[in-house]
C-alpha cells in the first residue's frame, strides 16, 4: 500500500481536500471518538487535522491513490480556445459545458444584484475560479447531472 507522507504542497492539499469531498470513495476520517460522527478529515500542508474545534487529531499521511484520485478531479482540461468568452476565460461551452453552464447562474446574480458592467468583470472572474474548484471537486451538482459526477 503505497503512501504519501506530509508535509505537502498547495496542489497536493488541495487534491487530497477534493478526495476528501468527491462521495465516491471513502474520505479519511478522525481516529478520535466523536461520540458517534466520524468528522471528515481536512488536508493542510502540515498533515491531516480534524475539523471539530477542539480536537487535536493530526495524522501525516494519505494513501497515494487518494492523492492521484484528487489530482485527477483537479486537472485542468485545456481551453479550446474557439470562442470569445473562452479567450477571456479559458473555458466556455464548447470545451467545458459543465462549468459553463453554473457560471451562466453568476452571469444572472450580478445581474440581478446590479453589479455595475465596469466592477462585473472582475467580480465574474473571481467566482469563475471558486466555481471552477468546486464544479471540479463534484461539489456541485445538479440532480440530473449525478451520473456523470466523476467520469
Ligand atoms: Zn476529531
Ligand atoms: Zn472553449
Redesign the pocket.
Known amino acids: 500500500m503505497s503512501t504519501t507522507t506530509a508535509p505537502w504542497t498547495d496542489e497536493q492539499v488541495a487534491a487530497l481536500n477534493v478526495f476528501q469531498n468527491q462521495g465516491r470513495f471513502h474520505p479519511f476520517t478522525c481516529g478520535r471518538d466523536h461520540s458517534g460522527s466520524s468528522p471528515v478529515l481536512t488536508a493542510t500542508p502540515e498533515g491531516w487535522r480534524c475539523p471539530v474545534d477542539d480536537c487535536d487529531y493530526t495524522q501525516d499521511w494519505a494513501l497515494k491513490s487518494m492523492l492521484d484520485v484528487g489530482l485527477e478531479m483537479t486537472r485542468v482540461s485545456p481551453?479550446?480556445?474557439?470562442?470569445q468568452?473562452?479567450a477571456n476565460h479559458g473555458?466556455?461551452t464548447?470545451?467545458?459545458p459543465q462549468l459553463s453552464s453554473a457560471a451562466l447562474h453568476l452571469v444572472r446574480a450580478l445581474h440581478d444584484a446590479g453589479v455595475p458592467d465596469e466592477n462585473s468583470g472582475e467580480v465574474y472572474r473571481e467566482m469563475v475560479v471558486v466555481l471552477r474548484q468546486a464544479v471540479r471537486g463534484g461539489r456541485i451538482t445538479s440532480p440530473e447531472d449525478n451520473s456523470k459526477v466523476g467520469e
Open positions: 481551453s479550446c480556445g474557439t470562442t468568452h473562452c473555458f466556455c464548447r470545451c467545458d
